[in-house]
């Protein structure tokens, strides 16, 4: 009878906690970041064609917040992963050095989660032209953005801001793009994202 007694105690005293379980697990809900949605990423550091190989990971962090259902899956400010994924340099009298990036995996304060998105490409000058005219520097770094709205390359955004940025010689009369920090790129996830606020 007593044995009976304080299974049933227990039971009473165990239906708060499991409430409580309950409702911690509801907060902790998992979101959906579905495919095509837009992920803008701003780099941290310069870049340098001359000194990137591919496979080199790279920091950048979230610029705009991506909300899913009106709550915020994804903060401003939340760090992300560049895998450097194609490099190209050019020679002295053609072509146009390459770097083509996507996003490996996003940390927030509740994790880090894996992405799949397009790849970005930033172009620098064409080195025929330069040879032409001699011109080295400014803001002249090249966005491919066909790819945005008909898949393929993304674009980068940003990348000119101000004068005497996206290149620096190195060598006679040759310039390698460097891309500068804090150059905004813009990428779309090629797939669904599973991530908890």
């Known amino acids: 009878m007593a044995s009976r007694a304080f299974s049933v105690v227990l039971g009473v005293l165990l239906i708060p906690l499991v409430a409580t379980s309950s409702s911690l697990a509801q907060g902790r809900s998992v979101s959906i970041v579905p495919t095509g949605t837009v992920l ?7 870049i340098a064609a001359a000194g990137t190989q591919v496979g080199m990971t790279l ?7 991506v909300f899913v259902e009106g709550h915020i899956a994804i903060p401003r400010g939340a760090v992300a992963t560049l895998e450097v994924v194609n490099v190209e340099q050019s020679s002295n009298l053609k072509g146009r050095d390459r770097i083509t990036f996507k996003v490996r995996s996003i940390h927030t304060n509740s994790g880090t989660y894996a992405v799949a998105t397009n790849q970005v490409e930033v172009k620098g000058h064409s080195e025929g032209k330069r040879a032409a005219g001699k011109v080295i520097g400014g803001a002249g770094i090249g966005a491919a953005l066909g790819g945005i709205f008909g898949g393929g390359t993304g674009a980068a955004l940003g990348a000119a801001a101000g004068g005497g940025t996206g290149a620096v010689i190195a060598g006679s009369n040759k310039a390698h793009l460097v891309v500068p920090a804090e150059t905004l790129l813009q990428f779309r996830l090629e797939g669904a994202t599973q991530v908890r606020p």
């Not at 803008?40 to 310069?46: L, M």
């Not at 920091?59 to 917040?65: E, I, K, R, S």
């Open 40 to 46: 803008n990423v701003r780099t941290t550091q310069p």
């Open 59 to 65: 920091t950048g962090v979230v610029d705009d917040p």
